[in-house]
C-alpha cells in the first residue's frame, strides 16, 4: 500500500505543481454595471474575470466618461479580492456613456449607455423648476425667452429705433428751410 | 437748389487740408502699394486656410482661439477710442478735441471693420456663419457679440458720418469743376446741405442724440467682448470685473492709437498748424489717466487669484507669471504699460535737463549697450543646447535678460532729457509701446487660459497641448493689420482728416490776419 499512498501523493504534488496560480490569472472579460445607491445616486461596478470565469483581483480598472472634448478619464481602481472594481458617480454630471478599460492600450473594456440621448429634444418642455435641478443657468439655458432676454431685445429695439429716428431726420435735413 | 457756381474761399491752411486729398506722390503710392501687396499675401494665406482648413493654423481642439481672436479683441478694442473720446469731448465741451475727433473717429470704422472679420477668419469654413443665423440661441455671449457689434458699426459709422456733412457740402462746392465720381459722391453725401437755420438744428439734434447714446453703445460692446470669456468658467477667464477691465484697456490703447495717428498725419500731410504740441500733451495726459485706471484693474484682475492660487488655477498663473507666458506678460505690463506712462509724465520734471550734463547718462554708449545686450540675449536663446530648450537653466540665461533690462533702464534715463526736448517723439514711442503691448496682452489673457482646462487635455498629440501661430495666422493679421492702416488712408483722401467747420473758429482767426475769410455753410 505504501508504494500506491506515495504514488497517489505525487500526483497530487504534480498536479498542484502544475495549476494555475491566483496571481498568474490573466484577465479576460470585463463587465460593467451600474448599482442604485440609497441616496439616489449610482455606483459603477467593473468585475474582471479570467479565461475560466474566475475573478481576477488586483487589476487596474481606468473609468472613463464621454464628454465633449472626448473619453474623460474619471479614476483608476484596483479590482478586489471578489474582482470588482467600483466608482461612485454621485456628484458628477450625468454622463450618457461611461466605460471601464483595463490593460495597456484598453486591451479590454466594457462600456454602458447610463441614458439615452434622444435627438428629438423633449417631447414636453422642462419647467424651470426641472431646469433649476439640471443647470446652473435656469434662466437662461432654457428653451424659453426669459425675461433677461426680452429685456435685451427690449434694449436692442430702443437703439436701433433711435437710430431710425435719426436717419428720418437726417433725410428730412435737405427739406429744412 | 444749390449753387455750385460760386466757389467757397478757404482759408491757407484750409486750403492746405484740403490739398491734402489730391496730393499724391511716390512715397504715397509706395505705402498703398506695399500695404496691397500685403492684403494679397494674406488674402492667398487665407485661401490655403480655405482649402486645406484649420489644420495649417496653429489651432487644435483645445486652441480654438489664438492669434485671429487676439485680432479681434484688439481692434474692437481700439475702436473704443473713436466713438467714445469723441463723445465725452464733445458733451463736455472740451474745445482742444476739434483737430483730432474726425481722426478717433475714422480709426473707430477702420478697425471695428477690421475687427469684425475676425471670428469669421476663425471659424474656418465661413459659411458656418449662417448657423448662427439659422441655429443661433439668443442665451449665447457669441450672438450677443454678433447683436453689439453690429449695433455699434451702424452707430458709429453714423457718428463719423452725420459731422462730416457740413464738410461735404464744402467738398462738394470745392470739387465742382472736379472728378465727376467725386462730385457725385459728395453731392450724394452732402444731403442737399446749405447751412440754413432748420438744417443746423436738425445737425445739432442728431448729432446730440448720437453723442449721448454711443458712450453706453461703445462701453457695452467691449463688455459683451469681454463677456464671451468671462461667461465660462474657466482659469484667468472666470472673473467679474472682465467687462470694465476690457473697457479701461480698451480707451486706453485706442487713445495710444489716436496719438499715433495723429503724429502720422501731421508729418505726412504737414498739419502742424492744426496738431500742436499742446494736443499730442493733452493726449498724453489722456492716457496716463487711462494707463493709471488700466493698471489698477490689471492688479485687480490677477492679485485675488495668485492670493488665492486654487488648485485648478495654479498652472495658468504659474505659466503667465514665471512660465512660457512670463516674458510676453511682464513686457506688456513693464513695456506696455509703465515705460510709456513714464515716458509721458519724467521727461517734464525739472531737473531732468541736468541728466545731460552726467557723463554717465548719455545716449550713445546707452544704446551700444543696449544692444550688445539685446545681440547675446538672441543669441544665447537661439543658440541652445537640447538640455536648454528642455528647461535647463544656465547662468548666461539668467543673467542676460536683466542685463538687458538693467541696460534698458540706463537708455531710458539717458533718453529723457532727449525726450523733454522732444514732446511729440516722446508721446509717439509711448503710444507705439502701447499698442504693441496691448496686442500682447490680448494673446496672454486668451491663450495660457486655453493651455491650462478644467477638463485635462488627453488623448492628444504631444503638440497639441502647445499653441504656436504659423505663418498663415501671422500673415493673415499682417494682412488685418495692413486693411485697417489702408482703409485710413483711404478715407483721408476722401474727406479732410481735420474737422474743417469744427476748427474754423482758429482758422477764421488765422485767415483774418491773411485778410481772406474763408466761406463755409457750417452749422
Redesign the interface.
Known sequence: MRPLRSLVLLCVLLVAASAPTAEAAEPAGISLVTQAQADGSRRLVASVKDAAGTPVPGTAVTFLAR?A?????LAEVDTGADGTASFALSGLPAYTEVQARVGEGAALQAGLLLALPDPRGPQRRPGLDVLSRMSPQPG???PY?PVQ?LF??AL?GG??T??A???W????????? | MIDRRRRPTFSLREQHLLDSLQATGPRYYALVGGLVAVIIWGLIAYGVQLRYGLGVTGLRDNFMWGVYITNFVFFIGVSHVGALMSAILRLTGAEWRRPITRMAEAITFASLLMGALMPFVDMGRPDRILNLFLHGRLQSPILWDIMSITTYLTGSTLFLYVPMIPDIALLRDHYGHGPAWRRRLYTILALGWRGTPGQKHHLETVMGVLAVLIIPVAISVHTVVSWIMAMTLRAGWNSTIFGPYFVSGALFSGAAAVITAMAAFRWAYHLEDYITVRHFKRMGYLVIALGVIYAYFTFNEYWTPLYKLAEHERGYLAAVFSGPYAPIFWFTQIGGLLIPVLLLTLPTISWVPRLRATPLLQPRPAVAAVTAALGLLVFVSLSGSPAAALGEVTTARTVLPWAFAATALWLFVALLPVFRERPIAAAVVASVLVNIGAWLKRFVIIVPTLQYPFLPIQRAPVGWAFYRPTWVEWSITAAALAGFALIYILFSKLFPIISIWETREEGTAQASAGGEVAHAPAP
Open positions: 464628454t472634448f472626448g473619453w474623460l478619464k437662461f439655458i432654457s425667452p432676454i435685451v431685445a436692442l437703439i436701433w433711435t437710430y429716428y435719426l436717419v431726420l437726417l433725410i428730412r435735413i435737405r427739406r429744412a428751410s
